[in-house]
């Protein structure tokens, strides 16, 4: 399966449209389409180009992807440029990583339980969910060594020894929040009674993708 990105360019930054001049096979295969092509109300220049996107060289960038709908949370981390469905949303900016391994954690999974939820009682992540969330600062030092288990775990594909890097992760996550036993005790409760409804995915397992399906936002 392709994606064919036929942009509009980013006019502000010089960047131009596709030419479908300039792909001779990729206009023929359209040209079979031209009937739909001309009634949509979402083209570009041309009715070959896509409509105008300001954010299409953020996909490019180091991201967080995860899925706008659902009852178990995921969040991938992506640095090879892919492009993610709509049923997705997806963040750049500083310490992807880091943040990727925060939202994957226990305590991240905790924290976005107080979503707005669907009819149906799915949590429902958009980007607005995150607006109040506030995600500790750290030293540069812990920041690697986070970098660096999450490089680890998205290189295995033993699941207990994910499982115990997670555990890992966990355990730097709750230092930083400086929990009590009791409050300790609370988030591992609540972990075993998710994995028991939902299966241990819910914990973290299988969580750090090395690469997500090609498709667009």
Same mark, same amino acid.
């Given at each position: 399966?392709w994606l064919?990105?036929?942009?509009?360019?980013l006019?502000?930054?010089?960047?131009?449209?596709?030419?479908?001049?300039?792909?001779p *096979?990729?206009k023929?295969?359209?040209?079979?389409?031209?009937?739909q092509?001309?009634?949509?109300? !979402?083209?570009?220049? /041309?009715?070959?180009?896509?409509?105008?996107? *300001?954010? #299409?060289?953020? +996909?490019?960038?180091?991201?967080?992807?995860?899925?706008? #709908?659902?009852?178990?949370?995921?969040?991938?981390? !992506?640095?090879?440029g892919c492009?993610?469905?709509?049923?997705?949303?997806?963040? /750049?900016g500083?310490?992807?990583?880091?943040?990727?391994?925060? +939202?994957?954690?226990?305590?991240?999974?905790?924290? =976005?339980?107080?979503?707005p939820?669907?009819?149906t009682?799915?949590?429902?992540?958009s980007?607005? *969910?995150?607006d109040?969330?506030s995600?500790?600062?750290?030293?540069?030092?812990?920041? /690697?060594?986070?970098?660096s288990?999450?490089?680890? #775990?998205?290189e295995?594909?033993?699941?207990?020894e994910?499982?115990?890097?997670?555990?890992? =992760?966990?355990?730097? +996550?709750y230092?930083?929040?400086?929990?009590? /036993?009791?409050? =300790? !005790?609370?988030?591992?409760?609540?972990?075993?009674?998710?994995?028991? =409804?939902?299966?241990?995915s +819910?914990?973290?397992?299988s969580?750090?993708f090395?690469?997500?399906i090609?498709?667009?936002?």
């Open positions: 399966m064919i990105n036929s942009h509009n360019g006019k502000e930054k010089g960047i131009s449209p596709i030419n479908i001049n300039d792909y *096979a990729i023929n295969h359209f040209d079979k389409y031209l009937l092509l001309e009634k949509r109300l !979402d083209k570009g220049d /041309t009715i070959y180009n896509l409509r105008n996107c *300001a954010y #299409i060289e953020d +996909f490019s960038k180091q991201k967080i992807v995860w899925k706008r #709908i659902g009852s178990i949370l995921r969040f991938s981390f !992506d640095e090879t492009i993610s469905l709509d049923s997705t949303c997806f963040a /750049t500083e310490s992807i990583k880091y943040l990727t391994a925060f +939202f994957n954690s226990k305590i991240g999974n905790y924290i =976005l339980q107080d979503s939820k669907t009819g009682g799915d949590l429902l992540i980007v607005q *969910a995150f109040n969330i995600v500790p600062k750290i030293e540069s030092h812990l920041e /690697t060594k986070i970098n288990l999450v490089d680890e #775990i998205r295995l594909d033993d699941e207990n994910r499982l115990k890097i997670e555990k890992q =992760l966990d355990g730097i +996550f230092e930083l929040y400086q929990f009590s /036993t009791s409050e =300790l !005790d609370m988030f591992e409760k609540k972990s075993l009674i998710m994995s028991a =409804l939902f299966g241990s +819910f914990i973290n397992s969580l750090f090395p690469s997500i090609k498709a667009s936002l």
